[in-house]
Every structure is written in C-alpha cells, then in structure tokens.
C-alpha cells in the first residue's frame, strides 16, 4: 500500500472549516484514499473514503487532486467534538483483506 | 446504528494467564479483524478472518495469538499466555464485502488489556 504524509498536527476554530491535506504520491490506480479520525483512545471511526472524485456526506468532504497524489479532509463546520487524530489511509480496492496500515495522522484541535 | 461492540471495556490479567477478548461484529458483515494500539503508538493490525479462517496476519500474531469466531455472533481474541508488553488497548472491526469491493471497516470501542 502507498504511503502517506500528513502534518503533526493542526488547529483550528469552531465553527470553522478544518481542511486536513494528505499526500500519497505513489499511489497506483486501483488504491482509494481512506480517512479515519480517532477521538482519544476511542476505536478509529471511518469518515470517507475516494477513489478520484471529490466525494461528500454528512460528516465531511474529500478533494482529491486529478493526479491523485494528494487529497484534503474538509470538515465544513469543526465543532469541538471533532478534536481528534486524523488518518489518511490508501489501501487497494477489492483488497479481500481490510488491512488498514495507519501512520501518525493529525492531531486537530478545534478551539473554542 | 449498528455497531461492533466488545467486551470487556478494561481486562487486567497477571502475566503468564490467558485472556480472551470478545466482540460481537455487525451482523451482516463477513470480514473480521484485531488490531491494537499501545499506549502513545499507532494503531496495528493484528489479523484479519473471513470464512472461518485467517486471510491475514502480521508479525505481531505470533503463536500466542489466535482468534476465533465460536458461534454465528461473537469473534475472539485469544492470548495464551499474557506478557508485559501485551498491554494494550485492543480493537475489534468488521467489513461487508459488496461484489468485488471490500467495503469501510468499522471499529469497537475496544478492550483495554493491562498486564501485570
């Protein structure tokens, strides 16, 4: 799987945007761009996940650039509960094993 | 919603004594997996199970380590003899698997293991 390279770590304030970028310029065609968050030491909650095309539901939106080496996690509105590690993962599509490998991810701080 | 659920929250066990860490996954989901987190380090994967076998494991799954799924609900974590550095916060996940696309895993809010 390809690997991937975020900031430490990022702030932002409430009500705000939170834009979260993700590099993984070697990944192959058939990989999707996953994202994760982790709240404390909660299980890892899936967000999105893209494969080229920008992607949106009700907790965020993806932007994948059209090489794909890169993609930004927009949460439109971070609200203080979305303080959390952040995870952008590429693993294969169809992959009959679901072996996420996570690095460090962001840390975002929502402030008051 | 449905949800992965596992039990117990908090296990501590004396080094040397086997634990075994339950979890009930999404009923319709085919695809299980362990994976853990030491305190302050990322999160690993430990093994993954479909089909009433493992499809996948990793350095950490060593011969101390197995897993299984006993009945038509629940999926274990077994280790057989605990050791210090096995402390750990454990996490169950589950996946569908829709045609050729192996869907979003979702995680448990896990067992915390403290080996002492």
């Known amino acids: 799987d390809a690997k991937t390279t975020q900031p430490t770590s990022m702030d932002c304030a409430e009500g705000r945007a939170a834009n979260l970028p993700c590099n993984h310029s070697?990944?192959?065609?058939?990989?999707?761009v996953y994202w994760y968050r982790q709240i404390h030491s909660q299980g890892p909650q899936y967000i999105i996940h893209g494969l080229k095309n920008n992607e949106t539901n009700e907790m965020a939106s993806l932007i994948i650039t059209e090489d794909r080496k890169s993609s930004t996690l927009i949460l439109p509105h971070a609200t203080l509960r979305d303080t959390a590690v952040y995870y952008c993962?590429?693993?294969?599509?169809?992959?009959?094993?679901?072996?996420?490998?996570f690095g460090s991810g962001t840390r975002l701080l929502v402030r008051p | 919603e449905p949800e992965v659920t596992q039990t117990p929250s908090h296990q501590v066990t004396q080094m040397g004594q086997e634990v075994i860490l339950r979890c009930v996954p999404i009923s319709n989901h085919l695809y299980f997996y362990w994976y853990r987190q030491i305190l302050g380090q990322k999160v690993e994967f430990l093994v993954s199970f479909y089909n009433n076998e493992i499809s996948e494991k990793s350095e950490i799954f060593d011969d101390q380590f197995s897993v299984e799924r006993p009945d038509g609900s629940n999926f274990t974590l077994k280790i057989r003899s605990t050791k210090l550095e096995d402390s750990a916060m454990y996490f169950c996940?589950?996946?569908?698997?829709?045609?050729?696309?192996?869907?979003?895993?979702?995680f448990g809010q896990g067992t915390r293991l403290t080996v002492v």
């Open positions: 993962i590429v693993r294969v599509a169809g992959d009959s094993s679901y072996k996420l490998i």
């Open positions: 070697t990944i192959s065609g058939n990989e999707y």
């Open positions: 996940a589950s996946s569908e698997y829709r045609g050729r696309l192996n869907t979003e895993a979702f």
